[in-house]
């Protein structure tokens, strides 16, 4: 089993759409989280922290449930610009684990 | 500005021929990173250092070597290169637990 899960996609949406992705993760002794945006051939860049009280920022929410090992990021209203792969992010001390990612596309 | 720096951006090599990416972050971070990128794989970690003089092996440590003689540079080194090492690169540093910053990344193929 991986250890950060996340659903596989793609997403096809059109603008204005609401959309949700989800990741679920093994170690239970993680300590952080986060949502990463990377657009294509670039490098990751921080979208969000995930906390436990969840937390939001503009059109994006996150929100983290430690008893089942689970983290969601919600995007209302969707962007042209929002298109990109989103990536899961958990640490576990010393490591950081990085799920596979979910490529989003927001359509006209 | 705060930021990682990775070079070469883009690198043409043989099959054998010792290669060094560089790595260096001007944030004073004691965590650094090294992961590859391939389709389908995600990100994988590939050796990370939680300080000076302090590394250790990430999940795909075959076939690569790493040093941190200084807190700002973490160069990845490549003695033997194959073809199955053609990916693209990314370095990280953070503070210990804190979210990850990323170079711009380096596309590496082996013939």
């Known amino acids: 089993r991986k250890e950060v899960e996340q659903d596989p996609g793609p997403f096809n949406v059109p603008e204005g759409a609401t959309v949700a992705f989800n990741c679920t993760y093994s170690?239970?002794?993680?300590?952080?989280f986060f949502w990463y945006r990377q657009d294509c051939r670039k490098e990751p860049k921080l979208l969000m922290s995930v906390y436990s009280s969840g937390n939001e920022d503009g059109r994006f929410t996150a929100q983290l449930n430690r008893a089942s090992q689970y983290i969601s990021l919600l995007i209302r209203d969707s962007k042209l610009s929002d298109s990109a792969t989103y990536l899961c992010?958990?640490?576990?001390?010393?490591?950081?684990?990085f799920g596979a990612g979910t490529r989003l596309t927001v359509k006209p | 500005e705060a930021q990682v720096t990775q070079n070469p951006r883009y690198l043409i090599t043989v099959t054998g021929k010792k290669l060094t990416v560089t790595c260096s972050q001007n944030?004073?971070?004691?965590?650094m990173s090294w992961y590859r990128q391939d389709p389908g794989l995600g990100l994988r970690q590939i050796y990370y250092s939680m300080n000076v003089e302090v590394t250790d092996k990430g999940d795909v440590p075959e076939g690569y070597k790493v040093s941190r003689k200084e807190k700002r540079n973490f160069p990845l080194i490549l003695e033997s290169p194959s073809p199955n090492q053609t990916s693209l690169y990314f370095c990280?540093?953070?503070?210990?637990?804190?979210?990850?910053?990323f170079g711009p990344g380096t596309r590496l193929t082996v013939t």
């Open positions: 992010v958990v640490n576990e001390g010393n490591d950081m684990r």
């Open positions: 990280a540093s953070s503070f210990q637990g804190y979210e990850q910053y």
């Open positions: 944030m004073n971070h004691e965590y």
């Open positions: 170690n239970s002794a993680s300590q952080s």
